[in-house]
């Protein structure tokens, strides 16, 4: 059994849409137990509710020294001028324990993100998650141009080969469309499929070595 991660900030919305639509895609691979959860909220409170902020979401918050639970993270921010969102990078932050046991070495690792505009940063945000999960040797998964929706040319929409985003608009007001949702589910039945191919392969490893030691 397979057990994976979706983990993200959220100020709007967007990225849970997002959350959600990849966690979905998760769970439709077999034997995959897919857990949603966020990072705390750094805002005062009357800060954010001042911005309109969705501070009322259901997925429970995250603690740091968790994570090497996990055979595979998948993390979702908004982009905050080409970089991921404070609370997401002050909660990776916080996960110098884990770095130091090599808690997360060789595990699956993959990025979601939400901009404002088009041309918002979506694909240096991703990296920026990127270069973190590559710091702890995970293994880096993306979204491979294998669905016709990486293609679309009709109408504006995010979805990178980095992974799946969305576009926001500058008053927060369009929500994940048909074709974003579709590329976030993708990816999280990627994401799903190749940990337990992996869980697989160590498997066999382990029973190979086991009957010839």
């Known amino acids: ?9 959220s100020s709007y919305g ?49 603690s ?15 982009t905050r001028y080409g970089n991921m969102a404070a609370q997401m990078r002050n909660f990776l932050d916080q996960t110098g324990a ?3 046991r090599r808690g997360l070495v060789g595990k699956i690792g ?12 979506q694909e240096t945000t991703l990296q920026s998650i990127h270069t973190t999960l590559l710091h702890h040797g995970m293994v880096i998964v993306g979204v491979p141009y294998a669905i016709p929706e990486m293609f ?5 929409a995010g979805g990178t080969p980095y ?5 926001a608009g500058p008053d927060n007001s369009r929500l994940p469309s048909a074709v974003e949702l579709t590329i976030a589910r993708f990816q999280g039945a990627h994401v799903a499929t190749i940990t337990a191919r992996l869980a697989e392969s160590e498997s066999a490893s382990a029973a190979y070595h086991g009957e010839t030691a």
């Open 1 to 9: 059994m397979s057990k994976i991660l979706i983990l993200y900030y």
């Open 14 to 62: 967007h990225v849970e849409a997002m959350a959600e639509a990849i966690a979905e895609g998760a769970r439709s691979v077999a034997n995959s137990t897919v857990s949603i959860k966020r990072v705390p909220e750094l805002v005062p409170r009357s800060v954010a509710d001042a911005a309109k902020m969705k501070v009322l979401q259901s997925a429970d918050i995250a």
């Open 64 to 78: 740091p020294d968790e994570l090497d639970q996990y055979d595979a993270i998948v993390i979702g921010s908004p």
């Open 98 to 100: 884990t770095w130091l």
């Open 110 to 121: 993959s990025a979601f993100v939400c901009t404002s505009t088009q041309h918002g940063g």
């Open 152 to 156: 679309t040319m009709s109408e504006i």
């Open 163 to 167: 992974g799946a985003t969305t576009i």
